[in-house]
């Protein structure tokens, strides 16, 4: 693993816990052979043994042992290059790298396939909820008509915080921090970044094709005031930092749709509006089997690790999400 903070500390502690599990499962027993973080001793919420860390990220990534990279770094610099360094090498990789993804993942998916590496992203999106793979392949069958999700987990409990208890925004998004939801950089929540990116993967493996980043509209909740969230009750609404991809037109075997992260009102009895707190939901709607419906954890320690350990290198389809373009 690459990487030993929030996630990474996860990671580790579910496959100590859980690798008999899996491996009884899919018949791969998963073993942890090293750790590379930032300092060894930096305060760690997840207890790793010292003998598995090290501070260079090269000695995970080119150990001839080393079968799997995970890497849960974050951000677009370090976390480019031990990705690919680890694909080069034929290497599968894992990643909870929205941002990279987002901004990358044309460059990271072409190296994985000229390499046939595989490179998973499970935890990229939506937390603890399996929505890739059931994008993937639960409803590979369908054309996607709609997908319309609270994506953010940071935002949705700000925004469900001040309204339940109308406390002010700067209170309840060091809640968030405290908790572990939001990302290093809070800004990349509250100013929709992370929902941005996380719809982009979304629209690019709903539509076989790259989005491109600019070409998304994006707003996020930092001018959302109490008064705002107040209003719309009164109204009958819920506030929601809601990310969409809407399918507009298909014209000559292409097509075309609309991508964007906005606050958007939702009818308070609609379902999309009981999602609260940390949780995320996601309405996925197909040509086929009409509308599903996702729910689960977005963000913290727990579901991130989850979604991380839910691929193993013996998949026998483990090109990844747009290995197909
Ligand atoms: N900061 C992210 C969120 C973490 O709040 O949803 C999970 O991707």
């Known amino acids: ?29 998963l073993k942890i052979k090293r ?3 930032k300092a060894l001793d930096e305060p760690r919420s997840v207890e790793i043994p010292v003998s598995l860390l090290t501070t260079d990220w090269k000695e995970v990534v080119n150990d001839p ?23 080069e090498q034929g290497k599968s990789v894992v990643t909870a790298n929205k941002a990279l993804l987002a901004s990358h993942g044309e460059e990271l998916f072409k190296v994985a396939q000229e390499n046939d590496a595989a490179l998973f992203y499970e935890a990229s999106v939506a937390g603890g909820i399996p929505l890739i793979r059931s994008i993937r ?24 915080q001040m309204e339940a208890l109308g406390h002010g925004f700067e209170e309840v998004l060091k809640e968030a921090q405290t908790n572990g939801y939001a990302e290093a950089n809070p800004a990349l929540d509250v100013e929709g970044h992370d929902a941005h990116h996380k719809i982009s993967i979304l629209a690019s493996l709903a539509y076989n094709a790259w989005v491109a980043p600019e070409k998304v509209y994006r707003e ?13 009750k009164e109204w009958g609404y819920k506030l929601k930092l809601l990310g969409t991809v809407k399918h507009i037109s298909r014209e000559a075997d292409v097509d075309h749709i609309q991508v964007r992260v906005a606050p958007t009102l939702i009818p308070q009895t609609h379902i999309l509006a009981s999602v609260d707190g940390v949780f995320n939901g996601v309405s996925v709607r197909g040509d086929v ?7 689960g954890r977005g963000a913290g320690q727990d ?23």
């Open 220 to 232: 996020g909740i930092s001018s959302i005031t109490g008064l705002d969230i107040q209003t719309c």
């Open 65 to 87: 042992e080393v079968q799997v990279v995970v890497e849960l770094v974050g951000g677009t610099g370090v976390a480019r290059e031990v990705i690919l360094a680890a694909l």
């Open 35 to 37: 750790i590379a973080v």
């Open 1 to 29: 693993m690459v990487g030993g903070g929030t996630v990474g500390g996860g990671v580790y502690q579910a496959i100590d816990r859980n690798a008999l599990l899996i491996a009884s499962r899919t018949g791969v027993l």
């Open 137 to 160: 392949e639960g409803l590979v069958c369908n054309r996607f008509l709609n997908i319309s999700g609270i994506v953010n987990g940071t935002c949705n409990y700000i925004l469900t």
């Open 289 to 295: 089997v009409d509308e599903t419906f996702f729910y």
């Open 303 to 325: 579901a991130t690790a989850s979604a991380t350990g839910t691929t193993h290198p013996n998949e026998p389809d483990s090109t990844g999400c747009c290995a197909s373009l």
